[in-house]
């Protein structure tokens, strides 16, 4: 068996925290192309564009994306002259598929993103996520700010924001889901049962269109891959909200109306949280999906934020 393999899995153990490597990378042009990324023992399969002498912006994806749903980011970014990055994250690459829950901890996640930056050769970088891509952000942000350029969290509201919405408002019934996730074996038996059909009608039910839900699920189909995905809730639990603190980096937090997950209440508290620049965006009448559904008006945001234009204030807008 190779390094990493186990005869129980098709990856083995790996819960160690990450050693960077350099990785021979291609995509030095606009044009976006296909790579692997080496952290440690771990290969991430990553998109990749845009000049390498540009300052470098990491896409992390959520549940149950990949790299995939940044397709219009990546080429606009690259385009504006960044050098831009999306891996499919831990559990989502086959070469990145520890077997256990603890090595799924958001400590680990973030060590990936910060070893996917450093295989590049940049120690400072501007971070982009969504959903739980977010959440690492706002930990990378918290635990690494010297790194951490700027942050933009799409949908994910800051941990604590969440926290306090969830005592007092209708995010408990949003975040039901979330207990179930992180029962044993049961989630992606009942979620990859028929070849995915129950969570493919939940991705669609809730704005994701057939095409990206087919896309996403080809790659949980693979073995052991939905139950790594999962694996995150598990591994984190309300330990992470009081693990991340306060934000220094500027910040750009873009939130929707339609987000089936998280609430208002949530996202108009999470500017408290932040002591760095801070502005705040609601996309109206766009559902959790922001990256797929709405790429046009998150790029100019972001192209906005990246290039350190000047933020607004802190509280809700009219909407």
């Known amino acids: ?12 153990e790996n819960a160690g925290r990450a050693a960077y490597r350099y990785s021979s990378v291609t995509g030095a042009g606009t044009d976006i192309v296909s790579t692997v990324v080496d952290v440690g023992p771990l290969r991430f399969d990553a998109l990749i564009g845009g000049p390498p002498s540009g300052e470098l912006v990491v896409l992390l994806h959520g549940f149950p994306q990949t790299s995939a749903s940044w397709s219009a980011q990546l080429s606009t970014l690259a385009t504006a002259g960044y050098r831009v990055v999306a891996p499919d994250q831990r559990g989502y690459s086959p070469g990145a598929r520890p077997d256990d829950v603890a090595s799924y901890r958001i400590e680990y996640l973030v060590d990936d993103a910060l070893g996917v930056a450093s ?24 635990w690494h700010p010297g790194r951490v350029r700027s942050l933009t969290a799409v949908s994910t509201p800051h941990p604590r924001a969440l926290a306090r919405a969830l005592a007092g408002s209708l995010q408990a019934v949003r975040s039901a889901y979330i207990p ?11 979620l990859g049962a028929r070849g995915g059909a129950v969570l493919r009608r939940l991705l669609v039910a809730t704005g994701l269109s057939v095409e990206r839900a087919d ?21 984190n639990g309300p330990g992470l909200v009081a693990a ?35 502005r705040f965006e609601v996309l109206d009448g766009v559902s959790h999906w922001v990256p797929e559904e709405c790429p046009d008006e998150l790029d100019r945001l972001l192209l906005e934020h990246l290039a350190g234009g000047a933020p607004n204030p802190s509280t809700a807008p009219t909407w």
């Open 1 to 12: 068996m190779g390094a990493g393999d186990s005869g129980d899995g098709p990856f083995g």
């Open 119 to 142: 295989a590049l050769g940049h120690d400072r970088f501007h971070l982009v996520g969504h959903d739980w891509g977010g959440a690492i952000g706002w930990a990378a942000a918290s």
């Open 180 to 190: 179930f996730f992180q029962l044993p074996w049961l989630p992606e038996t009942v």
């Open 215 to 235: 896309r996403y699920l080809e790659t949980l189909g693979l073995p052991g891959a939905l139950r790594a995905a999962i694996n995150w809730y598990r591994a």
């Open 244 to 278: 991340i603190g306060r934000i220094r980096s500027r910040t750009l937090y873009v939130w929707s109306s339609r987000d089936f997950a998280l609430g208002k209440k949530a996202a108009t508290g999470t500017g408290r949280y932040v002591d760095g620049p801070f």
